[in-house]
């Protein structure tokens, strides 16, 4: 089992920026790949970006070159670095956690940290 911990939500001007930060607890070393989506009212759960334990990373075409995620293994812990942000942004962002077991894969979830950007 995985525990993730969001926190850095808030509310925040258009042009702003925010950090969020997740924190992994339990049978951290299985973890593979970490990263954060977002779900905004009335529309599906979305990848932002993911990172994998060798530091590999993967970004959704709207966030490039505005947001990094960086991931300190030694601190179990993942970051999501959000620059510019626009109003488009606004959601609920989840950390997640991508267990990769001998047979199936396994994703665990945070609770979700809202992030509200104002124009």
């Known amino acids: 089992q995985v525990q993730l911990v969001e926190s850095g939500g808030a509310l925040v001007q258009a042009g702003g920026s925010l950090r969020l930060s997740c924190a992994a607890s339990?049978?951290?070393?299985?973890?593979?790949?970490m990263g954060w989506y977002r779900q905004a009212p009335g529309k599906q759960r979305e990848l932002v970006a993911t990172?994998?334990?060798?530091?590999?990373?993967n970004y959704a075409d709207s966030v490039k070159d505005r947001f990094t995620i960086s991931r300190v293994i030694a601190k179990n812990t993942v970051y999501l670095q959000m620059n510019s942000l626009k109003p488009e942004d606004t959601a609920v962002y989840y950390c997640?956690?991508?267990?990769?077991?001998?047979?199936?894969?396994?994703?665990?979830w945070g609770q979700g940290t809202q992030v509200t950007v104002s124009s």
């Open positions: 339990g049978n951290i070393f299985s973890i593979r790949d």
């Open positions: 997640n956690a991508r267990v990769v077991g001998p047979i199936v894969e396994t994703d665990y």
């Open positions: 990172i994998s334990r060798r530091g590999v990373t």
